[in-house]
């Protein structure tokens, strides 16, 4: 009889403690990470155990965690990438829709600019077609401007991602670290729950890393960077925290603090959620905003050589439209030298927007990409008379540099910030020629001027009054000098002008060229200005600024598109590692409502046997009783 009661009431326990563990899967069916559990049976036997004696029921020899590390591990790795691409894809999408939409973009404004200045050269001395063109500028150069800043903006959100990653990475790292000391060396005999909430804190870490977690022999966890850097070993957590570039302030980096030194971590070595931005940083917000600098340089300085080649209606050559800045150099600041250096533009079709570093090997100059570390041809010496020219860049130095001092070369990033209209009177707009040309009234000959051009319109000469006579039908003298031989068809050039003649000219015949006077309606100069959106400005004079346009807002597009094609890839391999890890821990209600249902019987029996055991019991005592 006692051991009915004892089979019972261990069987009664047993099964008991299975519900419990069934019931607990089933309210966790939709708690991240958690990983099913199972209770081990195992026949509990009397001590003492001889031909004859019977069991003594039942014990629970294990309520063991459903889990393979392996699936685990290839989860954690889908994760981080998954979690790295999704940032970049965001953040791509986002600089996407600001160059792509007509709302924000610089096409539409852009052409709305040109479309003006088409119609100033259909009437040049219109007052409400040169206010259109002035206003049409400045909405242009502010959006140059307005775009620059949302991309500052957006490198503002990056420096908050990293200052809150930062955060985030070291309360995960501490408590996975002390998950890990409370675990101890044995994780067979940790609590599943507890392994569990160790788990799901290292997929989180990951998620803002990338990396992965290495098992030590008895089950400590240590956790590591995709690039290697340790940020758990065993019960010590490494500390995460931003720094400043040191050639970009205005931009924080990630660094671990190790025994009070602070060490840089490469961003290209980092996945997750801080890989992702840092990732957009580089390869996606830097290059739109040195190509955004770029066409705004080569706008400006094209536009600029144009109209200062014209006259405006005051009768005076024109001056900048534009106003915009120079290169943006910048000092490492860990230089120890006395060294400055000053950047502005030279040859636009040599104008590059990557970045370089500058550096001092001690006895010359070094230029290096900044991204891909490549080396830059240079000339010049670096002095005033000699500069350093670069990729389109001029740079002259002062001061003496140490060796191994760096400096950065921005040759375009920002620059669109600082775009904006030059002038503010509409009567400076330079619409007309700078000069003009005719013909005498007693002229015999057949010759008529035509193509009046501006070849050099920095030359001090270039509107004196000068006067070109025919001496005869063959040769020419200008303001008396001369003669000089002519042949039908010919250019005539001049104090930085030229022109042709059609027809032919006779002796005595005089053609005079002057400035073009105050208030003049022509629109030679104008219809230069309408063509310049069509130069060849870039790539060696084989990329048109329209051109370089629509470049920009292709490059945008493709890298968002590039992300997001390689997001909807990891997309499915992650999908597929998470299937094949619930396929093993997760919780399947079909599986414990059946598991349930048995334990219920199970229990239902037990209770039974120690029922029967009470009867027996009674039975004996009544017996006795008599």
Do not use: C
Not at 305 to 315: E, F, M, P
């Amino acid at each position: 009889m006692s051991s009915v009661l004892s089979t019972g009431t261990s069987a009664l326990l047993a099964f008991q403690r299975a519900l419990a563990t069934t019931s607990h899967n089933v309210a966790n069916i939709k708690t991240p990470g958690y990983s099913r559990q199972k209770v081990d049976f195992a026949t509990a036997n009397p001590q003492n155990y001889g031909y004859g004696d019977v069991g003594n029921g039942t014990r629970i020899t294990d309520v063991r965690r459903v889990a393979d590390q392996l699936a685990i591990s290839r989860l954690l790795d889908g994760s981080g990438e998954l979690a790295r691409l999704k940032q970049l894809s965001t953040m791509a999408d986002r600089v996407d829709a600001m160059f792509s939409d007509a709302s924000t973009n610089v096409a539409g404004v852009w052409s709305n600019f040109f479309d003006s200045v088409s119609g100033l050269s259909s009437n040049a001395s219109g007052s409400a077609d040169r206010q259109n063109v002035l206003d049409s500028g400045k909405t242009l150069a502010n959006r140059f401007q307005q775009l620059n800043t949302q991309l500052n903006n957006l490198n503002g959100e990056v420096n908050n991602g990293l200052i809150a990653g930062a955060t985030e990475i070291n309360r995960l790292a501490q408590e996975i670290a002390q998950l890990n000391g409370s675990i101890g060396s044995n994780a067979a005999t940790a609590a599943p729950d507890l392994l569990d909430r160790r788990d799901q804190l290292i997929a989180n870490l990951v998620g803002y890393t990338g990396g992965n977690a290495v098992m030590q022999d008895g089950g400590i966890m240590n956790v590591y960077t995709a690039g290697g850097q340790a940020l758990v070993v065993g019960t010590t957590a490494s500390k995460v925290t931003t720094v400043t570039d040191p050639y970009q302030p205005e931009r924080l980096q990630l660094a671990l603090e190790s025994q009070g030194q602070k060490i840089n971590i490469d961003g290209k070595t980092l996945g997750g959620q801080i890989g992702g931005l840092l990732e957009f940083r580089n390869t996606v917000l830097t290059p739109a905003q040195a190509e955004l600098g770029k066409l705004a340089i080569g706008m400006a300085s094209s536009f600029n050589d144009v109209h200062r080649q014209g006259a405006d209606l005051y009768g005076n050559m024109g001056g900048d439209f534009f106003a915009i800045g120079n290169p943006r150099i910048t000092a490492n600041s860990s230089n120890t030298g006395t060294a400055s250096m000053s950047a502005s533009f030279g040859d636009l079709a040599k104008l590059d927007g990557q970045n370089i570093v500058m550096k001092f090997d001690g006895t010359q100059w070094q230029a290096t990409r900044a991204d891909t570390g490549a080396t830059i041809p240079m000339t010049g010496t670096g002095t005033a008379a000699d500069p350093l020219v670069l990729n389109g860049v001029s740079l002259v130095m002062s001061g003496t540099p140490a060796k191994d001092d760096r400096f950065l070369l921005q040759p375009t990033a920002g620059v669109a910030g600082s775009m904006e209209v030059a002038i503010t009177d509409t009567s400076r707009i330079a619409a007309a020629a700078p000069i003009k040309g005719s013909a005498a009234m007693a002229n015999t000959g057949t010759g008529k001027l035509t193509g009046v051009k501006v070849t050099d319109a920095g030359n001090p000469a270039l509107r004196n009054p000068a006067a070109i006579v025919f001496t005869s039908a063959t040769e020419y003298t200008i303001d008396g000098v001369g003669p000089n031989t002519y042949t039908a068809g010919q250019t005539i050039t001049a104090n930085g002008w030229s022109f042709v003649l059609d027809g032919a000219p006779k002796q005595g015949d005089t053609f005079n060229i002057g400035p073009t006077p105050a208030g003049s309606s022509d629109n030679s100069n104008a219809l230069l200005l309408a063509k310049v959106e069509q130069a060849k400005t870039f790539n060696d004079g084989t990329i048109t600024l329209s051109g370089a346009l629509g470049g920009l807002t292709t490059q945008v597009g493709a890298a968002a598109r590039s992300a997001e094609y390689s997001l909807m890839a990891q997309q499915v391999i992650t999908d597929q590692a998470q299937a094949a890890r619930d396929s093993i821990s997760g919780v399947n209600l079909d599986e414990e409502a059946s598991d349930m249902l048995r334990l219920q019987q199970a229990y239902q029996a037990a209770s039974q046997l120690i029922s029967t055991a009470d009867t027996m019991f009674q039975t004996i005592l009544g017996a006795v009783s008599r």
